[in-house]
């Protein structure tokens, strides 16, 4: 199985150990992917291969949905903080 195919299956199978931020995505393990400068640019820092356009078309479908995982969840944070500050 090739690396960007890991990646994407474990971005669908593990979103929650994945954090975002403008400029990466980064898993847990040290996983680093660039994805700032859009679709065309998408690398994972450390690997010296790059992807073709149809694994950064995968890569961006599977990223979308973790974007939504990683909002949410940011959403809730910010709530359940907001709720427990003192008045």
């Not at 992807?51 to 909002?71: E, P, T």
Request: charged share 25%; aromatic share 12%.
């Amino acid at each position: 199985m090739r690396a960007i195919d890991v990646i994407i299956k474990n971005l669908k199978m593990e979103p929650d150990k994945w954090t975002i931020d403008n400029y990466r995505l980064v898993h847990e393990n040290g996983t680093s992917i660039w994805i700032a400068n859009g679709i065309l640019f998408y690398q994972v820092e450390g690997l010296f291969k790059v992807f073709n356009l149809w694994d950064k078309i995968k890569l961006h479908v599977a990223l979308s949905g973790i974007k939504n995982s990683c909002f949410q969840k940011q959403v809730i944070n910010r709530f359940k903080e907001a709720a427990n500050e003192p008045k």
